[in-house]
């Protein structure tokens, strides 16, 4: 007889989601669209003095995952997320150049 295995049949779908970079002098903005997660289902990776931004947000039934390159060593500010929106604040550590 086979286990049931009905729970590994469901497949989550990984998506990668839009995503804008704008740069405010100072600060790097990232904005990304999550339709359908909850906010405590989504997880930000970022390493002080980092120049990459890891954004994994899980639901029933759908995943998405961004790698965002930026171009500048960064440190976390702030974040915000509404009506299914993430916007993420980084602040410039090597701002020298501006």
């Known amino acids: 007889m086979r286990p ?3 729970k590994n049949n469901h497949q989550i779908k990984t998506t990668e989601p839009a ?3 704008l740069d405010d002098g100072k600060f790097l ?3 990304t669209e999550l339709p359908g997660v909850a906010e ?8 002080n003095q980092s120049t990459s931004v890891n954004i994994v947000a ?5 995943e998405y995952k961004k790698v965002i390159t930026i171009p500048c060593e960064v440190r976390f ?5 509404s009506d299914g929106v993430l916007e993420l ?10």
């Open 29 to 31: 903005r990232i904005v």
């Open 58 to 62: 899980t639901d029933t039934g759908k």
């Open 19 to 21: 995503t804008t970079l």
């Open 4 to 6: 049931n295995n009905s």
């Open 89 to 98: 604040t980084l602040e410039k550590t090597n701002n020298d150049a501006s």
């Open 40 to 47: 405590e289902k989504i997880k930000i990776y970022l390493e």
């Open 77 to 81: 500010s702030k974040k915000r997320f």
